[in-house]
């Protein structure tokens, strides 16, 4: 097959090399998502997780994002004469294989443009839209496609999607497989302040552990997103509940099929009873402000996980994940 040609070959035929994968995510939940991907993850880094010959990437809940290998590149230097290697680099990709790697993985064919993203960590005498255009420029050339450089805008839709990131003197260039980022889950369509990201929300409902047959309750469920990321594991009962009445309709609008059950009601006084795990992201008088009664220690649940600020104590046993620092930690309290 020559340069621009991309032909679909759904799955992973027997004999055939492996698929090189990275998919990128929050900082500090790297290690639950290569807990969801399980026994083939290579090696976990920052923000990402390197893993091969995933039978269904696309389903990934806690990435941000999945991506197929093109290749990788060292002695990229620091200076704007160091950008020639990178070209290089995209002279030496396998597009054949790497496009067909992405057809394997679900990724959709006849793109009708090419786009680029890139980051570079340290201090360097070029920028990102440097990388970028020098990348996305070679590309564009060997696929026979127009480039769209991220200097002028957000790139059109169906465009073919590559990932440069720069680490000390090593390069990643791969190509994304889905036409849009994981983490813009469809069942997104309205907000309110505070939203969770959704790949948060599920590492927060993997860290809960429910087991078939559990209810699954967020008392600040806001526009619900944790409810209905957690009403896709099997044979959980999701329920959401919210003091706001325009939170849970707009909860109710992101759940048309109706999977969660919904409520308006003061978390302190919460309707639900007997709920075996709590996961919620409490507002704290952060992005929104504390209203009504909101007292974790009275749920009785088994495990309790909560997005807090790091200074919040609520005692028992409890471990936690640090997401950013300063920012909120993930909290885990067994009861």
Request: glycine share 10%.
């Amino acid at each position: 097959m020559r340069d621009g040609q991309i032909r679909a070959a759904p799955g992973f035929g027997v004999g055939e090399e492996p698929v090189r994968l990275v998919a990128r995510t929050l900082r500090g939940i790297e290690d639950v998502l290569a807990e969801e991907i399980g026994g083939t993850v290579e090696r976990v880094g920052h923000r990402e997780v390197w893993f091969r010959d995933y039978p269904a990437p696309l389903g990934l809940r806690t990435a941000d994002d999945v991506f197929v290998v093109a290749t990788t590149a060292d002695r990229i230097g620091r200076t704007r004469a160091d950008l020639a290697s990178l070209a290089a680099a995209v002279d030496d990709i396998d597009l054949t294989r790497t496009l067909h790697d992405r057809s394997r993985c679900g990724g959709k064919e006849n793109c009708t443009g090419v786009d680029v993203s890139a980051s570079a960590l340290g201090k360097r005498t070029y920028s990102r839209f440097d990388i970028e255009d020098v990348v996305g420029g070679r590309l564009a050339q060997r696929l026979r496609l127009p480039y769209w450089s991220r200097r002028d805008g957000v790139p059109p839709a169906n465009c073919l999607s590559w990932r440069v990131s720069v680490v000390g003197d090593e390069a990643t260039i791969a190509v994304r497989i889905a036409e849009r980022p994981l983490h813009r889950r469809e069942y997104r369509t309205a907000s309110v302040p505070g939203s969770l990201h959704p790949p948060l929300a599920a590492a927060l409902v993997r860290l809960a552990a429910p087991r078939p047959g559990d209810v699954l309750f967020d008392p600040c469920c806001g526009a619900g997103t944790i409810p209905i990321e957690a009403a896709r594991v099997p044979g959980v009962v999701a329920v959401g509940a919210d003091i706001d009445p325009r939170a849970v309709a707009v909860a109710r609008s992101n759940d048309p099929a109706g999977l969660v059950r919904w409520a308006v009601a003061d978390a302190g006084r919460s309707p639900v009873r007997g709920a075996d795990v709590i996961v919620s992201n409490p507002p704290w008088d952060r992005q929104v402000a504390t209203r009504g009664t909101l007292v974790p220690q009275r749920f009785s649940a088994r495990r309790v996980v909560l997005l807090l600020p790091e200074h919040v104590d609520l005692g028992g046993q409890r471990r936690q994940v640090s997401l950013f620092g300063q920012r909120p930690v993930i909290t885990v309290l067994d009861r």
